[in-house]
């Protein structure tokens, strides 16, 4: 009998059919809240899903809505307690890109495993379970080293059963209609052991039922240290799916996966490589053609292969999924599709047969031939077919030719087929896809679409490189004259009076995150288009994430910021379709002055707003004084460092747009730096140059001075400046920024130190909190600043010498302040010093050596703070864990352990 060691539960839970509902059931609440606390670690105190608003909940909410690529609404809508209730895996879900591992990367430390099939389901026959149980471990076996024995008796590595109810590993199964299976990731004991739930149905091959070979495939990637993938079409993504036994291949993903673990296979021979390993779709993929494109009650589909995406009207993020997951019956892909209005049907066509759904459920005597329809026998596909609104007959694309067919008397029109270019002129291509949107037509052909109005025949936009996670980007106006495209581009100097005294929440969303009217006032209602902006903004500025709109989230649409929407973005970014200027001499002019700032200092700041870019690109400006020019510039604001929010907006003239990185000038908050000593960051300069290039004229012996970059919270080298606590929070400072970590959220917000403390030091040596006064001191060099949370106090700052300190004393590297003795350590060197916070004033004796009290510290301390009764000393990378009661050493860990990185 193995022994129970600490491991990964891993289950399936089961499917329940599920409709739409307007209005979460008690029942609904309580299924919702297990499965967030089970798959999403929603702790008990946050009490029920939907009734209360707590930020935890919608936080949990938001979380599985985004693993999931639902639209983000942080309610318990239809679309997300469907999910919920599909057959899935029952480890949690990790925010994770595409495959992950578990913790720590567990794995086997050898390339030869054990099995061992310990009983059997009566649902199947022996041969028929041995033969799923073989064929699921060689899905992996196949792409590497690994190499699966079976044996018969005694314990094996991976020891399979099937059991119901209490079997014996202190995780009972549930009975019919819940669990699945659950599995164990690889450790010592019961690690890599997969258990089935006997009072499930398993079959061969049959839909009627969960086909083992596929349950046993997904468990298995658990048994070898693969976690979840968001990738739908993954074989380690939550949810089960269908798919036919007999001709599976490990998707991409998954490939990816375990290679990423054990390598890829040895044996295999290179000569007779096996079938390509199947890929998610891109949707933005420039090269990508779509198979169909349909509506259905309001939704667009796109089809690609075995998947496709749900796009809302509310929302600009798809949803991407597997055809067989909401249509079972369906084939694995498709040819063509559309939506009757006549009939509210759903149609899909692949090769000579036809599939009609009613939403979601097959209609009864279906599929057919294309025949149904009056097509041709010759006709063995369609390419493409449309449902036109207007005249309510649906156009059949096949080759270069096109059929009518009359929706109301269900039979073809006469005179058809007809040749495309008839009626859709510039189309020379065959057509891929076609559906109607807002009036008008949208014909694919290949990578391009085409917008036509049906009435008048005429071709109005070609799009290309249609991505539905953006815009459709313009590119030519097919029999138009093309005019020059001019980037207008309006200074907008910080939006003060919008967010001066009271700022109304959906107001900013609405300017800044593209809310729509109709969604109504932020708090008053839960409409989920309100909560996906919050989120929006909330992910952007790196806040913690709640869908609500709590005081950090107030306070930073109060701050002052530029006028020009986010993005959502990673670190720099552009205009759609790249927008940039097509020469590199521009023209500016001042319209007027601001009556701040003297004519000559408006001037030179304008100017060196402008060198802000030149100096690394081609640019090159030029002024003038009257007539138009590239760049208009005018005042109507003030309050703020022109040169500063000058270079910002200029950015935007010349293509780029908001960065969500709180280092970079295009961040969108307005935060003071010193003009004088201004060099353009990292993150800028790649943005900008990504239109330009760079600086051909810049002397290569005598660079510049090197742009700042933001740091990293997970670069092993990293070494903090300082860490402090604040009110509950964790503060991590590194150069000129620090890191924000809650206890409630596992995603730390990084900013600027003088984003929050405007008349702090730039950066810091040290900083501690002290519980007696209930304040944040931040020290650098000589001087010391005390801080009420955010706000300076008055007569600070001061010296060092006036806590005692010796005036030999130039620094400090690091404060810590103890709870139990309420007294600070200063440490110095090799040597700390002790503060009595409550007589303020220097214990006796020290300084003392670091090492008479920190065993095992050899090298500077370099930050230092207590949390939830340890002390944590950081020493260039590292951290050591103490007990100060004790002088105990317990743990040395990376710096980053309390950032949440996976790197320690």
């Not at 375990?258 to 890929?279: A, E, F, M, R």
């Not at 100097?493 to 969604?519: A, D, M, Q, W």
């Not at 008349?759 to 001191?777: G, K, L």
């Not at 060092?800 to 690091?814: C, E, P, Q, Y």
Request: net charge neutral; with cysteine; proline share 6%.
């Amino acid at each position: 009998m193995k022994t129970f060691d600490l491991c990964v539960l891993l289950s399936l839970a089961v499917t329940v059919h599920c409709v739409p509902i307007p209005q979460a059931s008690q029942q609904d609440e309580e299924f919702a809240e297990s499965y967030l606390k089970r798959f999403y670690n929603l702790t008990e105190e946050t009490g029920p899903v939907v009734r209360r608003g707590f930020s935890p909940v919608v936080e949990k909410l938001v979380e599985m809505q985004r693993f999931f690529r639902l639209q983000v609404t942080g309610t318990l809508d239809a679309d997300t307690m469907a999910m919920m209730k599909k057959p899935r895996c029952g480890v949690p879900d990790n925010e994770v890109a595409s495959y992950s591992t578990f913790g720590n990367n567990l794995k086997w430390d050898k390339n030869s495993l054990t099995y061992r099939i310990e009983n059997y389901t009566p649902d199947m026959s022996v041969s028929e379970v041995d033969d799923s149980i073989n064929r699921a471990l060689q899905v992996w076996a196949k792409v590497t080293p690994l190499r699966f024995t079976r044996i018969y008796s005694g314990t094996a590595d991976i020891m399979i059963s099937f059991g119901s109810r209490a079997h014996g590993d202190y995780y009972p199964f549930d009975g019919p209609g819940n669990t699945l299976a659950h599995a164990f990731a690889p450790s010592p004991g019961i690690g890599g052991d997969a258990h089935f739930d006997e009072d499930e149905t398993f079959t061969f091959r049959s839909n009627n039922g969960y086909v083992l070979f596929l349950v046993a495939a997904h468990e298995f990637g658990h048994s070898l240290g693969l976690s979840h993938s968001d990738d739908p079409g993954a074989l380690m993504y939550p949810v089960y799916s269908y798919g036919n036994p007999d001709t599976f291949v490990l998707p991409r993903d998954d490939v990816n996966g375990i290679q990423s673990l054990y390598g890829s296979n040895p044996d295999k021979d290179p000569v007779q490589p096996g079938p390509t390993p199947p890929t998610t779709p891109d949707a933005c993929d420039s090269t990508l053609v779509l198979d169909a494109v349909a509506n259905l009650r309001g939704e667009m589909l796109f089809f690609k292969d075995s998947f496709f995406w749900r796009s809302y009207p509310q929302s600009y993020k798809p949803q991407q999924s597997l055809i067989r997951n909401f249509w079972p019956e369906a084939p694995t892909s498709i040819d063509a599709a559309y939506e009757s209005g006549q009939s509210d049907r759903i149609y899909f066509f692949k090769n000579h047969k036809v599939w009609a759904f009613n939403a979601y459920t097959l209609e009864r005597g279906y599929p057919k031939t294309l025949t149904s329809f009056g097509l041709p026998r010759t006709v063995k596909k369609i390419d493409a077919a449309l449902y036109d609104v207007d005249t309510r007959k649906t156009l059949f694309f096949v080759g270069n030719k096109y059929y009518s067919y009359d929706e109301a008397r269900k039979t073809m029109d006469a005179g058809f087929p007809k040749r495309l270019d008839e009626t859709f002129t510039g189309l020379t291509g065959k057509v891929t896809a076609a559906f109607q949107y807002r009036g008008f037509t949208y014909i694919y052909s290949g990578p391009q679409m085409f917008e036509y109005s049906l009435r008048s025949k005429r071709p109005l936009l070609l799009y290309k490189c249609w991505c539905p996670l953006h815009h459709l980007l313009l590119l030519i106006v097919p029999g138009e004259n093309i005019t020059e495209l001019c980037l207008n581009v309006f200074l907008l100097i910080v939006v003060e009076k919008l967010l001066k005294s009271k700022v109304n929440g959906e107001s900013y969303l609405k300017r800044f995150y593209n809310l729509t009217e109709e969604t109504g006032p932020v708090v008053r209602r839960g409409f989920s288009p309100v909560v996906e902006k919050l989120v929006e903004m909330q992910r952007f500025f790196r806040l913690q994430v709640t869908g609500t709109l709590d005081a950090d989230t107030m306070a930073m649409m109060k701050k002052p910021r530029c006028g020009v929407p986010d993005n959502e973005v990673a670190s720099y970014s552009t205009f759609g379709n790249n927008l940039k200027w097509d020469k590199n001499s521009l023209t500016y002019r001042i319209e007027n002055y601001t009556p701040d700032m003297s004519v000559s200092e408006v001037d030179d700041s304008i100017n060196r707003a402008l060198q802000v870019w030149a100096k690394v690109t081609p640019l090159r400006f030029t002024r003038i004084y009257s007539g138009t020019a590239d760049i208009m510039i005018s005042f109507g604001s003030r309050g703020y460092v022109l040169f500063l929010v000058a270079a910002h907006e200029f950015g935007h003239s010349l293509g780029l747009s908001h960065s969500d990185d709180p280092g970079a000038l295009m961040y969108p908050v307005y935060s003071y730096r010193n003009p004088d000593t201004f060099v353009l960051p990292r993150d800028d300069v790649n943005g900008i140059q990504s239109l330009y290039g760079s600086n051909p004229d810049k002397d290569p012996i005598q660079p510049g001075p090197t742009p700042p970059t933001t740091p990293d919270a997970c670069d092993s080298t990293m070494v903090l400046d300082a860490v402090t606590t604040l009110r509950g929070e964790m503060l991590f400072f590194k150069d000129s920024f620090f890191w924000r970590s809650y206890p409630q959220s596992n995603t730390p917000q990084q900013s600027l130190i003088k984003s929050f403390w405007p008349n702090a030091p730039t950066n810091i040596d040290a900083a501690y909190e002290s519980r007696q006064s209930d304040r944040v001191f931040l020290f650098k060099n000589r001087k010391v600043w005390a801080f009420s949370g955010y706000t300076p106090v008055h007569g600070y700052p001061k010296r060092l010498t006036s806590f005692g300190l010796r005036r030999n004393v130039k620094k400090i590297d690091a404060a810590l302040y103890d709870v139990e003795s309420r007294k600070t350590l200063f440490f110095v060197g090799n040597e700390y010093y002790s503060y009595d916070e409550a007589r303020r004033t220097m214990d006796r004796g020290f300084p003392k050596r670091v090492d008479e009290t920190f065993l095992g510290l050899t090298g500077k301390v370099t930050a230092a703070f207590q949390y939830k009764s340890f002390t944590y000393i950081y020493s260039g990378q590292h951290m050591f864990e103490y007990n100060l009661k004790s002088k105990r050493l317990y743990r040395v860990l990376r710096n980053s352990y309390f950032l949440h990185c996976s790197n320690f």
